[in-house]
T-cell receptor
Framework: DAKTTQPPSMDCAEGRAANLPCNHS???????VYWYRQIHSQGPQYIIH???NNETNEMASLIITEDRKSSTLILPHATLRDTAVYYC?????????????FGSGTKLNVKP | NAGVTQTPKFQVLKTGQSMTLQCAQD?????MYWYRQDPGMGLRLIYY???????DKGEVPNGYNVSRLNKREFSLRLESAAPSQTSVYFC????????????FGDGTRLSIL
């Protein structure tokens, strides 16, 4: 069973904010949400992660709803180089296991 | 900074041949992972090793075996390759404690004819 669902594709104008949604309605209380992106079939690149509070770093912001059933990744000023597939991931940690569950990803097309 | 290194980068096999994909990390990470990515799809976990000396199945383990050789190295073996195993294979590692992110290698592109 998929732990996350994402729209298959989105468009964004260069210089505008890109808001990428993710549903994770079955997430448990101690499971983190991670976002990665993949450019041209390279290895996925880490962007940001969070549990329940909103997070911000130099790349992006992560907004998690209060019920934790969904989140949004925000790229504040998208550039052409941000064109990539963005993955929303749930991390499950337990006694001697530590798994990351990838969704199918959203292809973000940043257009001039 | 090498990070996660995968070898080879490309490989073509014939059906029935065997092959081992190598992965090494130099970040002193405890946990290591093997994923496969089929065209247009997300990553699916094949096997993982939460710590040295342990391995566990992921979502799609059939047809594969793994060895956690030491803390640095985690190999993936195809004993009898099948065309359905044509894919891009990614290795990843993470500290395993706390909630540090995974670091990925550049992938091995494997074609089975």
């Amino acid at each position: 069973d998929a732990k996350t669902t994402q729209p298959p594709s989105m468009d964004c104008a260069e210089g505008r904010a890109a808001n990428l949604p993710c549903n994770h309605s079955t997430i448990s209380g101690n499971e983190y949400v991670y976002w990665y992106r993949q450019i041209h079939s390279q290895g996925p690149q880490y962007i940001i992660h969070g549990l329940k509070n909103n997070e911000t770093n130099e790349m992006a912001s992560l907004i998690i709803t209060e019920d934790r059933k969904s989140s949004t990744l925000i790229l504040p000023h998208a550039t052409l180089r941000d064109t990539a597939v963005y993955y929303c991931i749930v991390r499950v940690v337990g006694n001697n296991f530590n798994k990351f569950y990838f969704g199918s990803g959203t292809k973000l097309n940043v257009k001039p | 900074n090498a990070g996660v290194t995968q070898t080879p980068k490309f490989q073509v096999l014939k059906t029935g041949q065997s092959m081992t994909l190598q992965c090494a990390q130099d970040m002193n990470h405890n946990s290591m992972y093997w994923y496969r990515q089929d065209p247009g799809m997300g990553l699916r976990l094949i096997y993982y090793s939460a710590s040295e000396g342990t391995t566990d199945k992921g979502e799609v383990p059939n047809g594969y075996n793994v060895s956690r050789l030491n803390k640095r190295e985690f190999s993936l073996r195809l004993e009898s390759a099948a065309p359905s195993q044509t894919s891009v294979y990614f290795c990843a590692s993470t500290r395993g404690t706390g909630y540090q992110p995974q670091h990925f290698g550049d992938g091995t592109r494997l074609s089975i004819l």
